[in-house]
């Protein structure tokens, strides 16, 4: 399926709206001088970014804001599921390990998803900063963007967050497990 060709219903937005909003409100903390009216308005006046929302939400990455960027003049939304989205798992880290994986490849990997979903793996600094509003990964880990020199040499980045702080740790790329899957964060 090519997530960017999809168009949203009416009926389809108006429930998507009423989960972000039912979401907003029960988490102020992660964007307490923000109000939803805002958050409404830059929503429906960008239906393309919208439908992104859609499928951070189908695959289980329940988006939230956690922030706003006055220089951008940008909302920040990221996947804030407790866990690693759990429609995003079980995939290796890019198509390059996905094509050198001979035996028992994945489904997929995570920056081919990502990408058809018109977005992108969280970094190390982004990945510190959906820390900091909340706990997440404690069961689970995420893909995060690596920097193209350890890729060429095999290798990528994941987080995690146990033990009261937040790891950061390395596999090969074409390594995936049921318990690993990617986050990612929109600009609206």
């Not at 198509?95 to 058809?116: D, V, Y």
Request: with cysteine; charged share 25%; proline share 3%.
């Amino acid at each position: 399926m090519k997530y960017k060709d999809t168009v949203l219903s009416s009926e389809e937005i108006a429930s998507l709206l009423e989960i972000l909003r039912t979401r907003f409100l029960s988490n102020m903390t992660r964007h307490a001088s923000i109000g939803w009216d805002t958050m409404e308005e830059r929503l429906r006046n960008q239906p393309q970014k919208l439908r992104i929302l859609s499928e951070m939400e189908r695959t289980g990455g329940e988006p939230d804001v956690i922030g706003y960027n006055e220089t951008s003049d940008s909302y920040l939304y990221v996947d804030c599921s407790a866990e690693s989205p759990a429609g995003r798992r079980s995939l290796c880290y890019d198509e390059t390990a996905l094509a050198n994986r001979k035996k028992n490849p994945p489904e997929g990997s995570a920056e081919g998803l990502a990408a058809e979903m018109g977005l992108e793996l969280l970094d190390e600094d982004q990945y510190l900063r959906l820390q900091k509003v909340g706990v997440f990964d404690t069961k689970s880990s995420s893909w995060i963007r690596t920097p193209q020199a350890m890729r060429t040499l095999g290798g990528a980045l994941f987080g995690d967050s146990r033990y009261g702080r937040v790891f950061f740790y390395h596999n090969g790329a074409d390594s995936y497990y049921a318990s690993r899957g990617f986050r990612t964060q929109l600009l609206l």
